[in-house]
């Protein structure tokens, strides 16, 4: 898991990435836990809060984007 700050000097395409990746993991973590093979269930919420950090980032670049500031 990266830092906030190690994210903000990636592009929107590489966020929209690192999400897809993400979103991916948590659906694996999900499955595992549904199944029973989870054994470390903190990477759930980690994984969670990655995705928010990603998104919160992905909408305050886009947004000033559209408003026409740098980012």
Same mark, same amino acid.
């Given at each position: 898991?990266?830092?906030?700050?190690?994210?903000?000097?990636?592009? =929107?395409?590489?966020?929209?990435?690192?999400?897809?990746?993400?979103?991916?993991?948590?659906?694996?973590?999900? /499955? %595992? %836990?549904?199944?029973?093979?989870?054994?470390? /269930?903190?990477?759930?919420? =980690?994984?969670?809060?990655? =995705?928010?950090?990603?998104?919160?980032?992905?909408?305050?670049?886009?947004?000033?984007?559209?408003?026409?500031?740098?980012?």
């Amino acid at each position: 898991m990266a830092k906030k700050t190690d994210y903000k000097a990636l592009s =929107i395409e590489e966020l929209r990435s690192r999400l897809n990746n993400a979103r991916e993991e948590l659906m694996n973590l999900r /499955f %595992q %836990q549904s199944t029973g093979e989870l054994t470390d /269930f903190n990477r759930v919420s =980690i994984t969670r809060r990655e =995705i928010s950090r990603l998104l919160t980032l992905l909408n305050e670049r886009e947004s000033a984007v559209r408003s026409g500031g740098a980012v």
